[in-house]
T-cell receptor, first 110, second 114 residues
Framework: TQLLEQSPQFLSIQEGENLTVYCNSS?????LQWYRQEPGEGPVLLVT?????EVKKLKRLTFQFGDARKDSSLHITAAQPGDTGLYLC??????????FGQGTRLTINP | KAGVTQTPRYLIKTRGQQVTLSCSPI?????VSWYQQTPGQGLQFLFE???????NKGNFPGRFSGRQFSNSRSEMNVSTLELGDSALYLC?????????????FGSGTRLTVV
């Protein structure tokens, strides 16, 4: 069974600070996807990374895929209150379905 | 273009009843997958359909079933509802699964079993 360990589960920081969310597994994934979910809505895709070592940037968000394609990280620079939400990592493996981490509930305080 | 549409948005059912949820994918998307989201277990994969065929199934009891129609619309059915089935049920669509392009999720159906 493929598992994704996401940490931290909860994070509350002040506006302007930096943060990193980690997603780790012992399994290899063909792609690693990051989603953001607002209350009462479905997850919205932020980015997919498919190549080991790949780095993608989305404004103040930086996503990295581990060299072995088993782990990923999301780094947010100068966090803003609008970044508040539930962030989910999801690995796509051989069975062509998504395995989700437990999520990181991020709160940015003004 | 229109997103993934799930109906109904909210549903309240009694234990022992059955329920059918509907999902209309983005036009042109042939893959539909279903997930259950609960506070304790997070998002868990239920099943995936592609061109009317179930390609993968998660670790859920046989009370959970689904199907896909020729127009790619999908339904999932839960029979003999239990209190633990209360959850947000999410549907996701993609053009072709496993291509690393990501999925588009609907807003979900919030099912409450009383």
């Amino acid at each position: 069974t493929q598992l994704l360990e996401q940490s931290p589960q909860f994070l509350s920081i002040q506006e302007g600070e930096n943060l990193t969310v980690y997603c780790n597994s012992s399994s290899v994934f063909s792609s690693l996807q990051w989603y953001r979910q607002e209350p009462g809505e479905g997850p919205v895709l932020l980015v997919t990374v498919v190549t080991g070592g790949e780095v993608k940037k989305l404004k103040r968000l930086t996503f990295q895929f581990g060299d072995a394609r088993k782990d990923s990280s999301l780094h947010i620079t100068a966090a803003q209150p609008g970044d508040t939400g539930l962030y989910l990592c999801a690995g796509e493996g051989g069975a062509q379905k998504l395995v989700f981490g437990q999520g990181t509930r991020l709160t940015i305080n003004p | 273009k229109a997103g993934v549409t799930q109906t109904p948005r909210y549903l309240i059912k009694t234990r022992g009843q059955q329920v059918t949820l509907s999902c209309s994918p983005i036009s042109g998307h042939r893959s539909v997958s279903w997930y259950q989201q609960t506070p304790g277990q997070g998002l868990q994969f239920l099943f995936e359909y592609f061109s009317e065929t179930q390609r993968n199934k998660g670790n859920f009891p046989g009370r959970f079933s689904g199907r896909q129609f020729s127009n790619s619309r999908s339904e999932m059915n839960v029979s003999t509802l239990e209190l633990g089935d209360s959850a947000l049920y999410l549907c996701a669509s993609s053009p072709i699964p496993g291509q690393g392009r990501g999925y588009t999720f609907g807003s979900g159906t919030r099912l409450t079993v009383v």
